[in-house]
């Protein structure tokens, strides 16, 4: 059987990788909790401010709105399932799935790479969404949705955030893989003077 040295036994803590790790990553990290720590203080701060002045299943538009009525107003609701309110009493499940979700995007983050911004943006919208509605989970056992649009699923900042961070996700590998067919596409040309005919029989 091997016999490692103490410092080099493999799978041991080192505090020396942790610090690595950290000066490595920290901008990165900080990053994303610049735009969840702000996407979700404002998430929390409407749903605070909803519970406080809307009654349940009351609506709600400042005066200068009102003509957005009924097509667009503020309608406390909430929610203990998951969107468009599937999976009713599902309270506990959606909040471990939500710490797992968290969990994956926080190790995920440093694996990519920093010129897919576009990749670590649709992650920090992600994270924003998980912890938002985690928070609402933890405190009360459902979520408190209020952003009312037509016959569309009520909703919140949190949800929102999700929807867009897919959007974002989305959009970011239609434009990489095209730009990548389009580079492909480019070194496929044969470049100017080279002789057509080399290697063909005379």
């Given at each position: 059987?091997?016999?490692?040295?103490?410092?080099?036994?493999?799978?041991?803590?080192?505090?020396?990788?942790?610090?690595?790790?950290?000066?490595?990553?920290?901008?990165?990290?900080?990053?994303?909790?610049?735009?969840?720590?702000?996407?979700?203080?404002?998430?929390?701060?409407?749903?605070?401010?909803?519970?406080?002045?809307?009654?349940?299943?009351?609506?709600?538009?400042?005066?200068?709105?009102?003509?957005?009525?009924?097509?667009?107003?503020?309608?406390?609701?909430?929610?203990?399932?998951?969107?468009?309110?599937?999976?009713?009493?599902?309270?506990?499940?959606?909040?471990?799935?939500?710490?797992?979700v968290?969990g994956?995007i926080?190790?995920?983050?440093?694996?990519?790479?920093?010129?897919?911004?576009?990749?670590?943006?649709?992650?920090?919208?992600?994270?924003?969404?998980a912890?938002?509605?985690?928070?609402?989970?933890?405190?009360?056992?459902?979520?408190?949705?209020?952003?009312?649009?037509?016959t569309?699923?009520?909703?919140?900042?949190a949800?929102?955030?999700?929807?867009?961070?897919?959007?974002?996700?989305?959009?970011?590998?239609?434009?990489?893989?095209?730009?990548?067919?389009?580079?492909?596409?480019?070194?496929?040309?044969?470049?100017?003077?080279?002789?057509?005919?080399?290697?063909?029989?005379?």
């Amino acid at each position: 059987m091997d016999i490692y040295p103490p410092e080099t036994q493999p799978g041991r803590f080192k505090l020396d990788s942790i610090i690595n790790f950290i000066k490595g990553y920290w901008s990165d990290y900080l990053i994303m909790f610049l735009i969840a720590g702000v996407l979700i203080s404002l998430d929390q701060w409407t749903k605070i401010w909803v519970r406080a002045n809307v009654p349940l299943g009351g609506d709600w538009l400042p005066t200068w709105l009102g003509w957005l009525m009924p097509f667009a107003r503020v309608r406390y609701w909430y929610n203990s399932g998951a969107a468009f309110g599937l999976f009713q009493q599902g309270n506990t499940i959606f909040k471990i799935l939500a710490i797992i979700v968290a969990g994956v995007i926080l190790y995920y983050l440093p694996r990519t790479s920093r010129k897919d911004w576009w990749l670590r943006l649709a992650l920090a919208l992600q994270f924003t969404g998980a912890v938002g509605n985690l928070v609402d989970r933890i405190q009360f056992g459902h979520v408190t949705d209020w952003i009312s649009v037509g016959t569309f699923a009520i909703f919140n900042i949190a949800d929102a955030s999700i929807s867009v961070g897919v959007a974002v996700l989305i959009l970011g590998v239609w434009i990489t893989e095209r730009n990548d067919k389009r580079r492909l596409a480019a070194q496929a040309v044969i470049p100017p003077g080279s002789n057509e005919n080399e290697g063909k029989g005379e």
